[in-house]
């Protein structure tokens, strides 16, 4: 087999295994052209069934023209133990929310006229705050939107959401479904104040503030604020349960080959780094793919084991055998006792068969016997009538 079909490729340093960059730019390629050409198909078979609304500008810009791209990184033991209901970030060179019509959402915690302060400070960047579109407090969150058609009114009123780290947990049952059985899932961000000495968490102060200090004394400045934001715009959300499987999303069917590669690359050393136990060794393989397409491989293990001591040789195989055998002889008596019992049954069957066979035979060849002399007995008789016939007759 050539090596340029090699999917797996060891060093001598750093990392026992890594990426073959050729294998992922080849695959980028080939998935972004399939995505494109079923899009081009698509909007030609779009265009000829509609017939009201071709002209929309809001149809340029649905999510079919920009389709999602993701990868899908296999282990081969559980990544974690149960579910994580705070997902984790991987940053990326290129962002996957860098859209100028993005809406973002933003949860936080009381008081939300904090961050609603913070948003309209003149030293917040105001590119970033046009994308911020909506500010909710967890409380009104809860007293809003507890309808299952309110939740879906916000899950597609917005791109992205926000939610202050400190509330992150409590989400799930306050969203619900809606959110969580998909890829909208609240990102974490930590917009608190944090006061450090020596690089140190300290105690807030326990002296009382005037009511213009508590609004905003929970959160950090402005502008800490927006790189929490903008870092968290440029990261991939990674959400892990407790399987051997992990979608997380590396770009979209805009990018270029070159800036989906490179996605790639960084989460995938993300992952290894930070998230899987084992890091490579625990990775069976990765996919890329898109939302309806085949998944592409783009790296595979040559073992199906995380550790040598987990695969068995052959003295311990053989031992095994032999008290696999012993068990046989000394857990399977019932077994074999019953195999017995049926096999004498059977034996008994055959005989009594054999003997009703021979009855049987022996009935019939009784009943031919009597009707034969019953025969013989009716031929007989008419005689004496005969004779007394010609008695009459001679009288």
């Known amino acids: ?55 929309d500008s809001d149809d340029e810009e649905t999510p079919v023209n920009n389709e999602a791209v993701w990868l899908v990184l296999t282990t081969k033991k559980h990544v974690v133990d149960k579910n994580r209901l705070k997902p984790g970030k991987i940053s990326l060179p290129h962002s996957l929310n860098s859209s100028p019509s993005l809406s973002v959402c933003l949860i936080t915690a009381d008081p939300q006229r904090g961050v609603k302060d913070i948003i309209a400070d003149p030293s917040f960047p105001k590119e970033l705050s046009s994308r911020i579109e909506k500010v909710i407090g967890f409380s009104k969150l809860k007293a809003r939107y507890q309808s299952f058609e309110s939740r879906r009114q916000l899950f597609s009123e917005h791109d992205v959401f926000l939610a202050d780290d400190r509330i992150i947990t409590r989400l799930v049952n306050t969203l619900g479904k809606v959110f969580y059985k998909s890829s909208k899932r609240p990102i974490p961000i930590r917009i608190a104040e944090i006061e450090k000495v020596d690089g140190k968490r300290v105690k807030k102060d326990d002296k009382k503030k005037t009511p213009k200090e508590e609004k905003s004394a929970s959160f950090a400045t402005p502008l800490i604020v927006a790189k929490e934001i903008e870092r968290t715009l440029k990261c991939a ?20 080959a070159e800036q989906l590669s490179e996605n790639i690359d960084a989460v995938v050393k993300g992952m290894t780094e930070k998230f899987v136990s084992k890091g490579w060794r625990n990775i069976k393989a990765l996919h890329v793919k898109g939302a309806n397409t085949m998944a592409l491989p783009i790296w595979l293990a040559n073992e199906l084991w995380v550790e040598d001591a987990d695969v068995v ?56 016997k009597a009707l034969e002399d019953g025969e013989s007995a009716a031929v007989s008789a008419p005689k004496p009538k005969a004779a007394k016939k010609n008695k009459k007759a001679s009288s």
């Open 313 to 368: 040789e052959e003295l311990p195989a053989v031992e095994g055998a032999k008290t696999n055998k012993k068990r046989k002889s000394t857990g399977d008596e019932k077994a074999i006792e019953e195999k017995k019992s049926k096999k004498s049954k059977s034996a008994d069957d055959e005989e009594e068969a054999s003997s009703g066979a021979a009855r049987k035979q022996k009935l019939q060849q009784l009943k031919a």
């Open 1 to 55: 087999m050539p090596s340029s079909t090699a999917l797996t490729s060891k060093v001598t340093s750093g990392s026992p295994y890594q990426l073959d960059k050729p294998q992922v730019s080849k695959a980028s390629t080939a998935l972004l052209r399939h995505i494109k050409s079923n899009q081009a198909e698509k909007e030609k078979s779009a265009t000829k069934k509609t017939l009201i609304g071709d002209n």
């Open 237 to 256: 959300s990674v959400q892990l349960a407790p399987s051997t499987t992990a979608s997380i999303r590396v770009g979209s069917s805009n990018f270029t």
